[in-house]
């Protein structure tokens, strides 16, 4: 048996580690105005280290109009008011550090707010100007420039193009509130290599990179239309030489920031947000770049014996070609929460939640949470770093019915009101049984909590063995005890049920098929769900053995 963290020896902490992911706004609201905070989440930091993860990932708390949740930044370098002030977020480091948590910010470089100072000017000074040459902006097509440059469509919905009142056009991905910085001026360069330092001097740990992927163009003239290649709502691109996204030249970016995280002792982390081609992934965390980076075709991998087992050998392989550790991930703020998602009927639209034939789709939950479980265990025992999304370690659903009134997404009104967007992943975490917000602040909630998860409050689970809070840190806590040196060995490859061993002598077992499934020979440590009576796997459970 091998003991805790042979990868935290060596000092490189994040290739074993469990990161979670805290979206600010829906975390632990302090102040009582019914949205997350910095204070908040201070105040809860115990209950995270009680479950036993090794950091935290927070998601942007900059000064920011919220067109998009945050991720419209009009100031790198200072805190949102609604979420608190730089003092609290130094109480937060400073209180994460004392409990040995860990602690990544998020940094958005593909886009600024329009409000931010650099895009008012701007907008002031004009076609052909200096503060232009930070953005992209472009003229029309046809004889008064009123068509925009390119068809390219925006990720939320419409145009990718805004025009403005002199005539001109500007690049956002994303809402028309978030304008595309030009990658290629070495003002935008220096400016944010200054951000990572202004965070890094603050003894932050690392760095989750917002749209890692986007952040080099090519708008050389003529530019290309794309039709429907141009954007994919997942940020899943399959296109070659595409000219917005996955570029060969964004990866210069990240052998400049790893000279400056290296710069700092212990050197600091980045973690990639990049939706490539599958294979394209491993080339963001090559030696001289960044350090991990999200593997997305995990967590879009159906609940189903043979994909789960095809992504684990080329995830693995991915990494293990440039030496990098994989980084597993079912669920974060943007997607379908995974106790949901693995109980969706196939041909379920997600964005509308209605088969083809308009009608509402019942969702087994039971069925969701079982397979959710036992995924959370599978993750759990592979090699590698894994994050948690916020509320996944209490079996929270993602939540259909919101109040149309009450949606906040862009996804929503971009849509046209036909795509419902995010916020059902983004409901505020529920704490204690009861109260307005059930524990999450003094107020009522920014989007209101279903009922049933009073049944499923942090404070209900705690002392609850058979709850998946308790799953999560008894996994948490074997987890470290049987830390391995990052390989695994199969026994067992379907059809119905897939087994590895890790080189500790822990095993892990899942079946995903229908009938019962024998269990090899040994201890049973933990299961995510309870075994038959003859002491076999039941279907969807998941069992780690020794
Ligand atoms: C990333 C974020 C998402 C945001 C988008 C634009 O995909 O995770 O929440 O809307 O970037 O910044």
């Not at 690049?171 to 028309?176: A, E, K, Q, W």
């Not at 965070?199 to 530019?223: C, M, Q, T, Y």
């Not at 595409?242 to 710069?263: C, G, N, S």
């Not at 098929?513 to 933990?526: F, N, S, W």
């Amino acid at each position: 048996m091998i003991d805790a963290g042979m990868a935290n020896q060596r000092g490189q902490w994040w290739r074993d580690a469990v990161i979670y992911q805290v979206y600010v706004r829906s975390f632990s609201d302090g102040t009582g105005d019914g949205v997350g905070d910095l204070p908040g989440i201070t105040r809860r930091l115990t209950q995270l280290a009680d479950l036993g993860v090794d950091a935290i990932w927070l998601t942007p708390f900059y000064p920011s109009p919220m067109a998009d949740g945050g991720y419209d930044v009009a100031d790198y370098r200072d805190v949102e008011p609604q979420f608190g002030t730089l003092a609290d977020f130094d109480d937060l480091i400073a209180r994460a550090h004392q409990l040995g948590l860990r602690v990544i910010v998020d940094i958005v470089p593909n886009h600024t707010s329009d409000r931010h100072a650099w895009f008012q000017a701007a907008l002031a000074a004009g076609p052909g100007s200096p503060e232009r040459a930070r953005y992209l902006f472009r003229d029309g097509r046809g004889p008064d420039g009123a068509q925009p440059p390119a068809d390219w469509m925006s990720n939320f919905g419409g145009p990718a193009w805004t025009r403005v009142a002199d005539g001109q056009w500007y690049l956002h991905l994303f809402t028309p509130e978030q304008p595309d910085l030009d990658w290629s001026h070495p003002q935008v360069r220096a400016e944010f290599e200054a951000i990572l330092r202004f965070w890094l001097d603050r003894e932050v740990d690392g760095f989750r990179i917002d749209v890692a992927h986007g952040l080099s163009k090519n708008l050389v003239e003529p530019l290309t239309d794309l039709g429907a290649a141009s954007v994919d709502k997942n940020l899943r691109y399959g296109l070659d030489d595409h000219p917005l996204w996955d570029r060969d030249d964004v990866h210069e970016i990240y052998r400049d920031w790893r000279k400056i995280l290296d710069e700092y002792s212990p050197p600091r982390i980045a973690v990639a947000e990049a939706w490539v081609a599958p294979g394209r992934l491993g080339r963001y965390v090559r030696g001289d770049e960044l350090h991990q980076a999200f593997n997305f075709q995990f967590l879009l991998t159906p609940w189903e014996c043979g994909a789960f087992t095809e992504v684990i050998d080329e995830s693995l392989a991915e990494s293990a070609e440039v030496g990098a550790a994989t980084t597993w991930v079912l669920s974060n703020h943007d997607v379908i929460r995974h106790a949901t998602r693995y109980a969706l009927p196939m041909q379920v639209d997600a964005a509308q939640w209605l088969l083809s034939d308009g009608t509402q789709p019942t969702i087994d939950a039971a069925l969701g949470l079982r397979r959710a479980r036992a995924a959370t265990l599978l993750m759990m025992a592979l090699p590698g770093s894994a994050y948690v999304y916020q509320g996944e370690e209490l079996g929270l659903f993602e939540v259909p019915d919101l109040p149309r009134e009450l949606l906040q997404d862009p996804t929503w009104h971009r849509s046209g009101h036909h795509d419902k967007g995010r916020d059902g992943c983004r409901v505020p975490i529920p704490w204690e049984p009861d109260g307005p917000s059930l524990g999450f602040g003094p107020g009522a909630p920014w989007l209101p909590q279903p009922q049933q998860w009073s049944a499923i409050s942090h404070a209900r689970q705690v002392d609850d063995p058979s709850s998946t809070l308790r799953l999560y840190s008894e996994a948490l806590r074997l987890r470290r005890q049987f830390a391995g040196d990052g390989s695994l060995r199969w026994i067992e490859k379907g059809p119905h049920v897939l087994a590895f061993q890790r080189e500790s002598g822990l095993a892990c077992v899942v079946n995903f098929g229908p009938d019962d499934a024998a269990l090899p020979a040994g201890e049973v440590l933990v299961a995510s769900g309870p075994l038959t009576g003859a002491g076999r796997l039941p279907a969807d459970t998941a069992a780690w053995i020794v």
